[in-house]
Structures are given as C-alpha cells and as structure tokens.
Nanobody, 125 residues
Framework: QVQLVESGGGLVQAGGSLRLSCAAS????????MGWFRQAPGKEREFVAA????????RYADSVKGRFTISRDNAKNTVYLQMNSLKPEDAAVYYC??????????????????WGQGTQVSVSS
C-alpha cells in the first residue's frame, strides 16, 4: 500500500496561482501513472490531470488545459500540480492518486487507488 499526502492548498484570488504537492511513502510509484482529481461540495470527484511514469505522457481535463501543469519527480516520489489563472470554479478539495494500471492514464476515479486526504483550494472572486 502506498500512502499519499497532498499539500500546498490555500486561499487565492481569482487569477492567482498555487502549486500542489503529493508526497508518496510506503510502496514506490514505480511504473505507475499518477493523477490529480478534485471534488467540490455536492459534486462528484472529477479528473484534473494525469502523468505517466516516464513523464512523457500527460493528460488534462478540458476545463484546466492551458492553465494547469502536472509534473513528477520520481527520485523524490512526489507529484506536483501547478495551477495558474485560477478561477472560482476551480475551488475544491484536490486529491492525488496512483493509477491501478501501468500502461493507461485513465480519467476515471475508479481506475485509481491509494487516495490521500486531500488539500483544500479556495478561490475568491
């Protein structure tokens, strides 16, 4: 089992930036894509971004494309999400997770496991 701890959330004004981090311990993230998801109150958990083990492959939700960048440092077992030009609709609890599959970057939460506790992102208008 891998343990994931997200950090870096906070309150920012619309148009601002935040950088989220996801640190893994226990089992390594070797060979597995990693994903970021978010969940706003009263809404289902939704896909934000994913990155392959090699970092060559990335995938983004249309709503964040061009504003968010996912990256990872495998030596540090850490995944990042740089969020720029934040909008009020980006406010949510953000979670990272490890894919169940080594070869596919799914956008479905059910294809991921080892969820962290999440970090709150709030955006004021």
């Amino acid at each position: 089992q891998v343990q994931l701890v997200e950090s870096g959330g906070g309150l920012v004004q619309a148009g601002g930036s935040l950088r989220l981090s996801c640190a893994a311990s226990g089992r390594t993230l070797d060979n597995y894509p990693m994903g970021w998801f978010r969940q706003a109150p009263g809404k289902e958990r939704e896909f934000v971004a994913a990155i392959s083990w090699t970092t060559v492959g990335t995938r983004y939700a249309d709503s964040v494309k061009g504003r968010f960048t996912i990256s990872r440092d495998n030596a540090k077992n850490t995944v990042y999400l740089q969020m720029n030009s934040l909008k009020p609709e980006d406010a949510a609890v953000y979670y990272c997770s490890r894919s169940l599959y080594t070869t596919y970057m799914s956008s479905a939460p059910s294809d991921y496991d080892s969820w962290g506790q999440g970090t709150q992102v709030s955006v004021s208008s």
